[in-house]
């Protein structure tokens, strides 16, 4: 063997050896997610019940309930978790505020939001807010964002106050509570009201009598809520695990779309325990909206826009650049309890491109049908498919 042909056959082997090296990185690597009790994380929990991962070659350690964003977000952070569903701004705060290098790898579903209000109180719109104290789950939030884009609407002006007894008649009070303890809040008037995910909407209805001002949906068209969330050096390190990751959970999503029962059933207590609530409970967010339940001649009326054909709760994991535009634009004008001149440093645009990685999630759409596949949900409003107008009506 000549030299030339040496150096050939070592390039060969090199490679080889470097793509089974790849690929046995990948198969070793378990998947480990966090998640909240809410049915944001639906396409993670159904990708793990449904043995997506598994089908991908992964391993898939069974998923993790944590009961707040701050301590899901900590517990990514410091590595016991290496696939998570966040509130979309929640990433924008821990990529430019806490210089941690995570990256958005797909939407992880739409819509799923509501305002959800007392039976003792009067509130029928974002007008009635005015001296009452509202609950949010995280003040990087699509919640927070949208609840105070309606009260700056209805003339009323957002505070955080500790001391609701100084709170004057033109003012809503914001506070911070986990999901989970909402519902409990609003039975005993600690609150007026609470904006969240998913079933605790529906818990609020079903449980305590509580009642649906509007759907978070019926403002922003088709908003996203979670994301899902990986390191960069994760990503970087290893794209082959990255890539089944993905794949599975748009596989999930493409499952749950058509099979809103089962998903119900199979994260219900009665199923198999991802979230700690009925499965009439679930029926409800997954099936339960309609314009005749909640539309014209109710009051509250929870939707406005039945023209739009939205569902309570959609799935589509392509993150579209103008939502993330969009929602950072409005992080830049929403009040949070802390210091967020951090936001001013960077542009919309800068954000859509350096925070989220789309080459894996459209790959993954690809080889489950195309954006065709999730239609229904209208993905793509343009002429291009990976394009989208975003549509706000308060």
Same mark, same amino acid.
Request: aromatic residues 10%; hydrophobic residues 45%; positive net charge.
């Given at each position: 063997?000549? =030299? =030339?042909?040496?150096? @050939?056959?070592? !390039?060969?082997?090199?490679?080889?050896?470097?793509?089974?090296?790849s690929i046995k990185a990948a198969s070793q690597e378990e998947v480990r997610i966090g998640y909240l009790p809410i049915t944001d994380a639906?396409?993670?929990l159904i990708a793990h019940a449904n043995k997506y991962f598994e089908a991908e070659g992964l391993k898939a350690a069974h998923p993790a309930m944590i009961r707040s964003w701050s301590a899901l977000s900590e517990s990514f952070l410091s590595g016991k978790f290496n696939v998570v569903h966040l509130l979309l701004p929640i990433p924008i705060w821990m990529r430019y505020n806490m210089k941690s290098p995570v990256k958005i790898v797909a939407w992880d579903h739409l819509n799923g939001s509501a305002l959800t209000v007392g039976t003792k109180t009067s509130i029928k719109s974002f007008s009635d807010l005015g001296g009452k104290r509202i609950a949010v789950p995280h003040w990087y939030s699509m919640h927070n964002v949208i609840v105070q884009m309606g009260i700056k609407k209805a003339g009323l002006k957002p505070v955080i106050k500790i001391h609701s007894d100084s709170l004057k008649s033109n003012e809503v009070n914001l506070l911070l509570l986990p999901p989970p303890e909402m519902p409990p809040a609003l039975a005993s008037g600690q609150i007026d009201g609470y904006i969240v995910a998913e079933p605790f909407n529906a818990v609020g209805e079903? @449980?305590?009598?509580? $009642? !649906?001002?509007?759907?978070?949906?019926?403002?922003? &068209?088709?908003?996203? #809520? #979670?994301?899902?969330?990986? &390191?960069?050096?994760?990503? @970087?390190?290893?794209?082959?695990? /990255?890539? @089944?990751v993905v794949n599975a959970v748009v596989n999930a999503q493409k499952w749950v779309l058509h099979n809103l029962d089962k998903t119900a059933q199979i994260l219900s207590q009665e199923g198999q325990g991802y979230l700690p609530v009925s499965r009439d409970i679930l029926s409800r967010v997954f099936t339960h909206y309609s314009s005749e339940y909640y539309g014209t001649g109710n009051a509250p009326r929870a939707i406005h826009h039945p023209q739009w054909g939205l569902k309570r709760i959609g799935f589509q994991p392509y993150p579209f650049p103008s %939502? /993330?535009?969009?929602?950072? $634009?409005?992080?830049?004008? /929403?009040?949070?309890?802390?210091?967020? %001149?951090?936001? &001013? &440093?960077? /542009?919309p645009d800068f954000v859509s491109k350096d925070l989220v990685t789309y080459e894996f999630v459209k790959k993954a759409i690809l080889q489950h049908g195309g954006p065709g596949a999730f239609t229904e949900l209208n993905i793509g409003s343009t002429k291009d498919k990976w394009d989208r107008e975003e549509v706000i009506e308060i």
């Open positions: 063997m000549n =030299r =030339r042909e040496f150096l @050939k056959t070592s !390039i060969i082997a090199t490679a080889g050896a470097n793509m089974a090296f639906t396409p993670l079903m @449980k305590i009598n509580a $009642r !649906i001002m509007r759907f978070t949906g019926d403002i922003w &068209k088709n908003h996203p #809520c #979670c994301v899902v969330v990986m &390191k960069e050096e994760l990503i @970087k390190s290893n794209p082959v695990f /990255t890539q @089944k %939502a /993330t535009q969009f929602i950072f $634009r409005q992080m830049q004008e /929403t009040l949070v309890n802390g210091d967020n %001149a951090f936001l &001013k &440093k960077y /542009t």
